[in-house]
């Protein structure tokens, strides 16, 4: 960014011209956006692979009871599950 700014020195009409550099800014803002669009996905994304996900880990568990029910290693099964 550059800004201009005009002053008098010595009865002479002067400028001061200031660079100023505003690539941090820039990146913080990018930054910014993409932590926003990184947490829209990851919301959607979580919601999408939870639901089907419990009922694979619903469904695993009542067929480990169910295979597992009637043997001398069911209390070991619970306790691991």
Avoid: Y
């Avoid at 919601?47 to 568990?61: K, S, V």
């Amino acid at each position: 960014m550059i800004t201009r700014n005009k002053l008098n020195f010595n009865k002479k009409e002067c400028s001061i011209v200031n660079f100023t550099d505003i690539t941090a800014v820039r990146q913080v803002h990018s930054l910014k956006n993409q932590n926003e669009l990184l947490s829209l996905l990851n919301a959607n994304l979580s919601h999408e692979l939870n639901t089907p996900l419990n009922c694979i880990n619903q469904m695993a568990q009542r067929l480990i009871v169910l295979l597992v029910k009637e043997s001398p290693g069911w209390k070991l099964a619970k306790m691991v599950s």
